[in-house]
Structures are given as C-alpha cells and as structure tokens.
C-alpha cells in the first residue's frame, strides 16, 4: 500500500508540473503582449521612414529581404531548435526529453525491478522482485529511486521559463515574425510535454494496477498454502508418511512381517523399529530405538566444510538463507513457500500435481485393501522444493537423476530447468517395479513394498507432457546403467542420488558423477540420514556441503 500512494503522490507532483506549464504558457502570452508594444513603436517607426526605425530595424529588413548573415545569426537558434534538434536545445531540454520521451535509458534502470518482474519474470529479477513484492522489505527504497525520477524531471520541467524568456529576449530584437514561430514552438512543445505526461500517468496506473494484483496473488497463494499444509496435516493419519518413503522404506522388494497396532491393522512404524539397527556396511535403519544422528553425522541446518574457498552461486544462496535463519526460523520456510507459489506458475505444473494427488489416492487405497504397505519412492514436497531452489539458482544445462521411480521429483526438477529458460536437460535412471494386482505377490497382506509405480503406469509417468522432450529415461540399475552415461556425457552440472542409498553405493554414484562434473556442479542426496557418505565425499573433495533439514544434503563445487 506505501507504493501505491507513493505512485499517488507523484501523479500530483505531474498535476503541478502542468499548473507550472499553464503559468509559463501565460507568461508568453504577456511577452507577446510587450512584444506587439514594441512592434507598436517600430510600426511607428516605419510609417516616418525615420534614420532610427532603418537602425533598429535593419537586421529586419535585411534578414527578410537579403537573407543576410546578421538575420542567420539571429535565428540560428531558432531555426537548427525547429529542423535539426541541435546541440543547445538538446542539452537545455535533456531532463524534459530524456524524462518524457526516452524513458527507457531511466525507468529501465530505476524501475527495473518492477518493470521486468511484470513484463519478462526472469529469473534474476524474479529473485529481487520476490523480495519487494513477497516480502514487502525494500519497496521503500525502490519508491525513493522513483521519486528521484520524478525529481529530476521536475527541475527540467521547471527550468523551461528561464530557457524560454533568454529565448525570447532574441526572438524579440531579431525580427517581427519570431513571435509566431516560437509560439507555434511553443504550442508543440507544450502538446508533447502534456502527451507524455500523460503516458506517464497511464505507466504509472499500470504499474499500480500490478502491483495491486500482485500483492493480491500473494495473498492468495500463502492462503493457499495455508490451506494445504492444513490438509496434509488432517490427511496424515489415512495417507503414508512422506518421510517414510525417504526413510527405510526405500528398499526394493517386499519386506515381511509387519506387526499389527492396537487397531489390529498392520502398523509400518513397528515394523521399521523391529528391523536391525545396521541395515549394510556403514548404513543404519532410522527408525531404530538405537540410532543416533551421530554415527552418520546427521547435523541438519549445518554446513560442512564452511571454511573451503567456493564461488558456486547456489552455495551463496544458501550462505544467505543460513544467516537469515539466525535472525528468523521461518526464513528457509519464506524460500519454500515463494518457491512453491513461483512452481504453480509454471506451465505443466499443474498436470504433475494433479498426477501425484492421484497416484496418492491410488496407494491409499491399495493400501487399506490389501494391509500392506506399498510406497511410491517420491521425496516429500518441502525437500523437492529444496532441489527446485538450488536448480533455479546454479542454473544447469545437464542434470542426471538416479532412482526415479512415479517422477515427482524429476517433474520439480524440469520444471526448474523450464524456468530458468537455457534449454536444460535431464537424464534419468531408475528400475523401479510397477503394481500388478493380478500377480498375488503383490496382494499379500502384511508386507511393506518401496519404489511401487501406479498400476497401469510407466518409470516418471507424473512428468508433465509438455517436458518429456527435455528428459532422458534409463530402465534399469544405476550401478550398471551410470558410469555408462555418465561417460556418454560432456559434463554433469547437477546430480541427484536417490536410488541405492547403502554407504557403499551412493559413494560409488558421487564419484561417478565428479568424474564430469563441471567446475561450479552440485552433487545432491537424498535420504542422508542412511550413511555419512555425502559429507566423506564433500571431505575427500575439500568442497563444502549443506544439511537441509537432516534429509536432503548437497555438495559444492567451485
């Protein structure tokens, strides 16, 4: 609302600089008055053919009857002003011309923020428009950068009268017919100004006008969110926990033996308790009384390595965000949301979303008809989000996926090379089963199935149409399949791990991937609260890397 009366308040600053240009119109109308005295006199004058009026009036004559040189002097002012724009009017009329009629040399520069987030939302002003519109933090300064517009081009409106009076004090000794050629002038002059002030006012209107709708928008959309957080929370009793499925749940196969809560129904929880504390070499079943973030150094909200020179763009991102978060908790939280609003913009967003709600619905039911378990492999929304905001940030033109199972996760990520606009790419691997329930072994009750794809579908059915031309499916498994791509490939810009998640295999996948990885790439992971490899791997490379929420972790390079 402070823009928007700023913006007021300079459309009566323009109301008052055309009561000044009324004045000064009237001022010329009284200079027109002395001069037609003075012309009075030299009529006088010429009737007597008196030695004074061939004095006075001699560059006159000369100049309309000889064309003299003394008459070119004269009104050579007047003249280049009317048919070459010259030098001096130029540089006399710059803050009204450059003001009114350039505006795309200033407001370009002092409303760039605005202007490019309402006509091109690319991807760098979209960062600094979030932060005046979402935030509402640094309008104030933006305003401010307007009204220095609006003052500048007060004061060359404001110092026309002194122009116009030295001019006119010419015009009157030159000759008799000045008058008529520089109220003409003068009429123009006066009709351009109050034409592109009132192209100003209408700029002005409009970029109220969007800023209004914006600050609606977003007010809609955290209501919104609201609402959906509000769902997920009353849905999380009958759906599968979302962390279950980055959890120990990521397993291929049916594990047996699910106990049975007090309700008699099978109970996952229990079940994922029971199992061994070490599920492989150096990996560890979260959901074990015993286990202890330590073990694997599963510090979230910690970035490793800080210490390590690095010029990656994300990874000052994320240093940004982490001083944030010591001022205000919600800060990582304010970054998702806006990423979440900027996602729903996005074209085929839409059809992903949609596609996940039914593939829930799906498991859901399959879950109550057989009591069992069956997972559906996607990471929850806050930590795809993640990736989504690191992609938009480093910007990639190659991003390899393993584990895809549904495509949630790769569907975020293509929607993030869509809006970053450079023709980015992804490659995907996964070997993930899909549901049969006319094969029995899916129907038995009492077991727990991770990385299921929805009966009837295919690996990354979820991603949207419009993108399928942007990714590349491998079937099969990432131990086979990725050294075969990865040396396919000219370079690796962004890498995400979520297939295998032993110690042993992710550290294989990393070093994979380093193997093209470009100077500034990012090795991301999820599920690091299985193994410590991600942060071995960050130390065996002297890179930083980030916890985000003890999840999802991710690796810097440059």
């Not at 599920?279 to 390595?305: E, I, S």
């Not at 990656?312 to 908790?329: G, H, K, T, Y």
Request: charged share 25%; net charge negative; with cysteine.
């Amino acid at each position: 609302m402070r823009t928007i009366s700023s913006v007021r308040r300079f459309v009566g600053n323009i109301e008052k600089i055309k009561e000044e240009s009324r004045k000064t119109n009237e001022g010329i109308a009284n200079q027109s008055t002395i001069l037609n005295d003075k012309l009075n006199e030299i009529r006088d004058g010429i009737a007597n053919q008196s030695t004074v009026l061939n004095e006075k009036l001699g560059e006159t004559r000369e100049g309309i009857t000889n064309q003299s040189t003394i008459l070119n002097d004269k009104l050579i002012e007047v003249r280049e002003g009317l048919t070459n724009q010259s030098t001096i009017l130029n540089d006399k009329l710059g803050g009204v011309r450059e003001g009114i009629t350039n505006q795309s040399a200033i407001l370009n520069d002092k409303l760039i923020e605005i202007r490019d987030g309402i006509t091109n939302e690319s991807a760098i002003l979209n960062d600094k428009l979030a932060e005046i519109v979402e935030s509402l933090v640094n309008e104030q300064s933006n305003i401010n950068k307007v009204e220095e517009v609006c003052g500048f081009i007060r004061e060359g409106i404001n110092n026309q009268s002194t122009l116009l009076n030295q001019k006119l004090e010419e015009i009157i000794k030159g000759s008799i017919n000045e008058q008529r050629i520089i109220n003409d002038n003068m009429s123009l002059l006066i009709n351009h100004s109050e034409s592109q002030q009132t192209k100003m006012n209408d700029i002005l209107s409009i970029i109220s006008g969007k800023l209004t709708d914006m600050i609606d928008i977003l007010t809609e959309q955290q209501l919104q969110l609201r609402n959906t957080v509000s769902h997920i929370a009353d849905s999380s009793d009958r759906l599968p926990k979302n962390e279950l499925a980055s959890g120990p749940l990521a397993v291929r196969g049916p594990v047996e033996g699910i106990e049975r809560g007090s309700d008699g129904k099978p109970s996952i929880a229990q079940a994922l308790r029971s199992l061994p504390l070490q599920r492989a070499p150096k990996t560890y079943n979260t959901d074990h009384p015993d286990y202890d973030p330590a073990h694997v150094r599963n510090f979230p909200g910690t970035l490793c390595n800080s210490d390590k020179p690095n010029t990656n763009p994300a990874l000052r991102a994320v240093r940004q965000i982490m001083q944030a978060s010591a001022r205000d908790e919600r800060a990582w939280q304010d970054q998702l949301e806006m990423a979440l609003a900027e996602v729903q913009e996005i074209p085929g967003a839409s059809q992903l979303f949609e596609r996940k709600e039914s593939a829930e619905c799906f498991f859901s039911e399959i879950n109550q008809r057989y009591e069992s378990h069956y997972q559906p492999g996607w990471m929850n929304v806050d930590d795809a989000l993640f990736l989504y905001w690191l992609v938009r940030r480093l910007r990639p033109r190659t991003v390899v996926e393993t584990g895809i199972c549904n495509g949630f996760s790769a569907g975020l990520l293509l929607l993030a090379l869509a809006k970053n606009d450079n023709e980015g790419t992804l490659h995907a691997v996964g070997r993930a089963e899909i549901f049969d329930a006319r094969d029995r072994r899916w129907t038995e009750r009492g077991k727990v199935f991770g990385e299921v794809v929805v009966g009837g579908e295919q690996l990354g059915w979820m991603i949207p149409d419009i993108y399928r031309h942007r990714v590349q499916l491998y079937a099969g498994d990432a131990e086979t399949l990725l050294p075969e791509l990865i040396n396919k490939l000219d370079s690796v810009d962004f890498f995400f791990h979520d297939s295998d998640h032993t110690y042993g295999h992710m550290m294989f996948e990393f070093h994979q991937a380093k193997r093209k990885l470009s100077s500034r790439g990012i090795v991301a992971a999820d599920n690091i609260a299985w193994n410590s490899s991600l942060w071995d791997f960050a130390d065996d490379c002297c890179v930083p890397a980030y916890n985000f929420r003890g999840s999802v972790g991710a690796a810097f390079f440059g």
